[in-house]
């Protein structure tokens, strides 16, 4: 969150100096691992067969179930900089002793060992990046990561063949190398193990905070409680689980789509390897067209809605894919698939990063990975056996005869897969920031009605009005406000709005407020929702988002932390937010301010600003309401709100819609 709008765009990314240095380092560690990758089949084909390629494959699958947790509370707990540059430095170092040990146990032990240190290397970076830029600029970061992780994928088949035919070149050109003869292989492990080198050397540039890690030594205790943690909170988030199990959905279709899309490719669509290799191309260009756009679309569209809406066309676009008879038509579907596919899997790494907070970033990347890799796995095994068991069919119908062979019916199977993927991933939708909202946390029926608003918009008169309304029509009630809400909280209130406390803190102010808000919600707030009143509050948790956040400087999410932890994640149901113009609201507060009524006129513009942000972001919550109207005018649209809104909470349809007669006068 914030309240930057400059114009993000991929060049202002990489004129951030941290974020170039990840970048370079992510791109070129990876052109290596893909390089690695197919040296090191080549390499283990080299001194065991294809025996070998499979073992050594599956040694790089396993770690991902065991080392994949705990590389995730080691990203959390460590350093994460040092983290990485050290699996960097131990990577490149094993990867350049492969082709001195051709023995098959070592390469096995090697690949497991290599993989692990992936494992907590990936959790690391991606849960260090919103530390490396700001909130605004994820979404662009993120497609430009995963850029950085596939783009080089295509080179890297290139760049071996040209480093096995220097490595022959060399072998009868240099003496001293004339070992390569035979191994041509060797160099091109050795280039792996240089970009390692080359990306531990970017990542010691860069500087990451280090204040919130959670140095000191790896106690087992506290590693497994770490690990519990991380996993409870996967499984219990309203928003993480749905979404990571959009994630995993997704990959078992993926893995579908490799084990059958080849066979698919020749038996029907007719276009043999080359039409499956172009296929694939397509695809990456509609992958990377999508990465590329989900920024410009993530501003009109909400993350949460793209991602699970990305997902589903996904699915519809495979089952349109596996209907077509040629290639010609299904190129453009391959695109839409790439496209669709890069979407969803920038938006959702940006949705980890914006909702999970810093100490539990790294264990839900890694849990990702682990559901991505079971997802693919199961994918890749599955789908094949099922598309041998239903067998090639021919459907007659009256009027024609519908060709079902196995890869099609199994990869329609697959579309739906990742549909309901999609499907199950908007459960998150509505648990957006409603997932605290005091009625759904068990905190029996009641409803918390907010008003908020700068100096002197008219707030307490309307919120007054309102609950006489509310009364007269039998609802029960309870009036509070911030701060001082609370015998206690009256005490901070004399402090917090004391003239002569100018030298206060803002950072100890936004405590002050918390504070205050912390016994406000224990005293007042919580027992009376639970008898199920309706609670209507002047000020609340937006308060503190939009002074001490935006008006102080503090930043959103540093002070939506606290707040939430003092709420225990209470969350009002309704916000009305009325607005006016402050230089009018100031004058109408009256001639003896209080602290911060003095706050200057800047201080509170930037407030003002800032509330119309927050309403904009969560209009699930926020209502606006124009103040510079006659008060009647405004409590009139307060109660039609109200009546829309509120549901069971509100009076009867007919009270809310036709407003009854004028009220009493309003109180000033
Ligand atoms: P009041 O005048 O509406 O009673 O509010 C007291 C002042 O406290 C008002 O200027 C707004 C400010 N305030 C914050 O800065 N942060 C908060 O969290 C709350 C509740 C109020």
Redesign the pocket.
């Known amino acids: 969150m914030t309240s930057n709008h400059e114009e993000v765009t991929f060049l202002l990314l990489l004129k951030n100096r941290n974020f170039l240095r990840l970048f370079l380092a992510q791109t070129v560690s990876s052109l290596g691992d893909w390089i690695g990758v197919i040296a090191i089949a080549v390499f283990a084909n080299r001194i065991g067969g294809n025996t070998a390629v499979g073992m050594v494959m599956t040694a790089r699958v396993l770690p991902g179930f065991i080392a994949g947790p705990i590389a995730g509370v080691i990203a959390d707990r460590w350093d994460r900089r040092k983290t990485m540059m050290t699996a960097d430095l131990i990577r490149g170092a094993v990867v350049f002793s492969l082709p001195f040990f051709p023995s098959l146990a070592y390469l096995l032990v090697a690949s497991m060992l290599l993989e692990s240190l992936t494992l907590v290397w990936g959790p690391a970076k991606d849960a260090s990046l919103p530390h490396v830029v700001p909130q605004h600029q994820l979404t662009h970061a993120n497609s430009l990561n995963l850029i950085a992780v596939y783009g080089p994928w295509p080179l890297a088949s290139l760049v071996f063949a040209l480093m096995t035919q220097l490595a022959g070149f060399l072998s009868h050109a240099v003496p001293a190398l004339e070992g390569l003869a035979g191994n041509e292989d060797s160099l091109a492990l050795w280039v792996n193990s240089l970009t390692f080198v080359f990306s531990a050397a970017m990542l010691y540039g860069i500087s990451l905070p280090a204040s919130r890690r959670r140095a000191g030594k790896l106690d087992l205790g506290e590693v497994k409680r770490d690990l519990v943690e991380g996993l409870q909170f996967i499984k219990n988030d309203r928003q993480v689980r749905p979404w990571l199990l959009g994630i995993a959905f997704t990959f078992t279709a993926a893995g579908g789509v490799f084990s059958l899309g080849i066979g698919f490719v020749d038996d029907v669509l007719g276009g043999g390897p080359q039409g499956f290799a172009f296929l694939i191309g397509f695809l990456g260009v509609g992958m990377i067209a999508g990465l590329l756009s989900v920024g410009v679309i993530s501003r009109k569209v909400q993350k949460d809605v793209m991602f699970s809406a990305s997902i589903v066309l996904l699915g519809a676009g495979l089952v349109a894919l596996a209907s077509m008879n040629s290639l010609g038509p299904a190129i453009p579907i391959a695109a839409s698939l790439g496209f669709f596919g890069g979407g969803a899997y920038s938006t959702g790494y940006s949705l980890i990063h914006e909702k999970v907070t810093d100490d539990l970033r790294g264990r839900t990347f890694s849990a990702a990975y682990t559901v991505i890799r079971i997802g693919t796995l199961v994918g890749l095994g599955l789908f094949p056996l099922f598309a041998g068991a239903i067998g090639d069919n021919t459907l007659t119908l009256p009027f024609a005869t519908l060709d079902l062979p196995g890869s099609r019916v199994t990869l329609w199977l697959a579309g739906l897969v990742a549909a309901g993927g999609g499907l199950l991933s908007m459960r998150a939708i509505n648990h957006r920031d409603g997932k605290k909202r005091s009625s759904e946390r068990g905190e029996g029926d009641g409803y918390l009605i907010v008003f908020e608003g700068g100096?002197g918009a008219g707030?307490?008169t309307q919120m007054a009005a309102f609950v006489e309304w509310l009364e007269a029509r039998g609802a029960d009630v309870v009036t509070t406000?911030?701060?001082?809400g609370t015998e206690i909280g009256m005490r901070i209130?004399d402090v917090?709005?004391d003239k002569g406390a100018s030298e206060m803190d803002p950072r100890a102010?936004a405590l002050l407020?918390a504070a205050?808000?912390a016994q406000h919600v224990a005293e007042v707030i919580k027992p009376a929702l639970a008898k199920g009143k309706v609670v209507v509050s002047?000020?609340?948790?937006d308060?503190?988002l939009a002074?001490?956040g935006v008006?102080r400087g503090l930043g959103l999410d540093e002070i939506y932390e606290i707040s939430e932890w003092a709420t225990e994640g209470l969350m009002p149901d309704l916000v009305f937010f009325l607005n006016l113009d402050p230089s009018t609201g100031l004058e109408r507060a009256g001639n003896d301010p209080?602290r911060?009524?003095s706050a200057g006129e800047d201080f509170h513009q930037r407030v003002s600003a800032a509330y119309l942000d927050l309403a904009n972001r969560f209009p699930e919550r926020f209502v606006v309401l124009d103040a510079s109207r006659s008060k009647e005018d405004v409590h009139k649209e307060i109660l039609r709100v109200y009546g829309d809104r509120a549901g069971k909470h509100a009076p009867p349809a007919t009270f809310a819609r036709d407003l009854g007669p004028p009220g009493p006068p309003m109180p000033r």
């Open positions: 100096e707030k307490s406000r911030e701060p001082g209130r917090l709005l102010e407020y205050d808000r002047d000020r609340f948790i308060s503190s002074y001490q008006g209080d911060l009524e």
